[in-house]
């Protein structure tokens, strides 16, 4: 009778070994990501803007008095709080504005990486927890967006924290204890107070509940079963109320009248900015009139194949269990509903995309937010594909360890876009002109080590592309401008409405056999223009 005790005993013993290795692997994982993260941050491009944040706190300062935040251009509505934060530690940190902004991406991009670990924990245990953490980690889409983008890179993190909310939610049904409800309402709060998409996680909490109900109905009756989803959602009731307020303390001009949320969809929902034309599958097409395959190809050509690979397969095999469970059972149910609720918050925002057709432009910044619970539901069916490779052989398991650490290792764009050379006659790979942070360094180099000085006036730097990251990178000493007349240096990114110019090239930034930017000495020669596409400098580049 002892024997079966023991043999248990020490199996769960064995188990419990097993999952703490496992965990510490994450935590390496993200620790060498952090590392790396803190090693790189300052060699980035310049990416989004700064001028919010300090309207943000200017607002608060004055209590409300100084209201310039609540109508600044159009981001008063997009949250703020990444903006906020970012204005705050530059003041305490010992770097510049925009190297804080950079490190403060990395920070909340970590968060979002351990948000992810544990999301993928709760889905299938350690192992699961490990792969999802890992493929997310070195998912070029992801980490990029870390350091140069502050509206989206943030609006992922806080999206991978309210779905952990949820997904923990479910799986405690017909219950949630009080630290999950807290965890909800922050996560949704900090959500939808980052940017108006973030109602999606509101649609993640809701769908899942007629799941929930017909098969609690079947098991135990139609009016049992309401009174028990009454009895989870009534406590959920302080986490809307939570919500609400972090929304508010993030996104102030949310909540200075009830409707703003919906005026900010409906404001998104039609295009805002005056049309361009963006190269996509290697046409130039107007951004409003971009097809429905824009955000499914780009997904598709971005995203390492591993990654979208076992990402596929566990959206199926998540489908595919929550139709065939037959468990009805409370737990059972709330597990199937976690799945469901982790589907939908990687597939909702695409259908919707591609249904409603709206403006694209920028690749697929947008979502980013996607790629938490999708790397999350790819270390699922890939726990579960290993799991069947153990059982089959040490060879097979062997075999496909070397498949992992192959495929975690991936450029901006996989084969399937036929990698980065291929992909610059189709796509548009430097939109926001982040090379031109580095050639703008190359440039002070070149002019140091020659020993170069102006003119007698300013140097004058034509740039065809964006201008704030060359103004923020040379400093005050240069004059950017548009025209190359009568300019010292012409800097052009590598994209399509850039010309090739009759001049000396001084250097150029090669990433991969690719020329991201390009550097001309104009002096002496006579340029009429930088653009193959007349009036480009008047759109978002």
């Known amino acids: 009778m002892h024997q079966p005790a023991a043999t248990t005993l020490h199996a769960q013993s064995g188990v419990n070994h097993h999952a703490r290795w496992l965990d510490a692997l994450a935590v390496a994982v993200l620790a060498i990501t952090a590392a790396i993260a803190f ?65 403060l991406g990395a920070a909340v991009g970590l968060v979002g990486l351990f948000a992810t670990w544990r999301l993928g924990r709760r889905l299938g245990g350690p192992i699961v927890g490990l792969l999802a953490i890992t493929l997310l980690a070195t998912c070029p889409l992801y980490y990029g967006h870390m350091f140069i983008n502050a509206k989206d890179g943030p609006f992922a993190a806080v999206m991978a924290i309210a779905l952990l909310g949820l997904v923990r939610a479910f799986q405690e049904y017909p219950r949630a204890s009080p630290a999950t409800i807290a965890l909800c309402g922050t996560g949704v709060g900090l959500a939808i107070g980052a940017r108006v998409l973030g109602g999606f996680a509101v649609a993640d909490a809701l769908l899942p509940l007629p799941l929930i109900l017909v098969a609690r109905s079947r098991a135990i009756g139609a009016k049992p079963a309401l009174a028990e989803c009454g009895s989870f959602l009534v406590p959920l009731m302080p986490a809307a109320i939570l919500a609400y307020v972090v929304m508010g303390l993030v996104w102030p001009w949310s909540v200075l009248s009830p409707l703003n949320p919906f005026r900010a969809v409906e404001y998104f929902s039609n295009f805002f900015e005056k049309p361009w034309r963006e190269l996509f599958d290697g046409q130039l097409i107007p951004v409003i009139d971009m097809p429905r395959s824009y955000v499914p190809t780009l997904f598709a050509v971005q995203v390492p194949e591993l990654l979208l690979t076992l990402g596929a397969c566990g959206i199926a095999g998540a489908i595919f269990a929550i139709a065939r469970n037959a468990d009805r059972g409370a737990s059972g149910v709330g597990h199937r509903a976690a799945l469901l609720t982790t589907v939908l918050a990687v597939a909702l925002p695409v259908l919707v995309t591609v249904v409603s057709r709206p403006a694209m432009y920028n690749g697929i910044r947008h979502f980013v937010f996607v790629l938490p619970p999708f790397a999350a539901l790819a270390g699922w069916a890939g726990a579960y594909i290993g799991e069947h490779l153990y059982r089959y052989s040490k060879v097979a398991t062997a075999a496909g360890l070397l498949v992992l650490v192959a495929g975690i290792a991936s450029p901006d764009y996989n084969h399937l876009a036929g990698g980065v050379p291929r992909a610059r006659q189709n796509y548009m790979l430097d939109y926001w002109g982040l090379s031109l942070t580095q050639a703008s360094r190359r440039l002070l180099t070149v002019l140091a080590d020659r020993h170069e000085q102006p003119p007698g006036r300013q140097w004058t730097v034509a740039v065809c592309g964006p201008h704030p990251p060359v103004a923020v990178a040379l400093g005050p000493q240069f004059t950017t401008t548009w025209n190359p007349k009568g300019a010292d240096f012409a800097m052009v990114v590598g994209e399509f409405y850039c010309a090739k110019l009759d001049a000396p090239v001084v250097f150029d930034i090669v990433r991969e056999g690719v020329v991201y930017a390009r550097l001309y000495d104009l002096r002496g020669r006579t340029i009429s223009s930088l653009l193959t596409v007349p009036g480009i400098e008047q759109t978002n580049y």
């Open 39 to 103: 090693a790189t941050f300052r060699d980035y491009g310049l990416g989004t803007h700064s001028q919010y944040g300090a309207l943000l706190v200017s607002l608060y300062r004055s209590n409300f008095a100084d209201q310039r935040a609540l109508s600044f251009v159009n981001l008063y509505m997009y949250g703020g709080g990444f903006d906020i934060v970012a204005t705050l530690a530059a003041k305490v940190l010992p770097f510049g504005v925009f190297e804080t902004r950079r490190l």
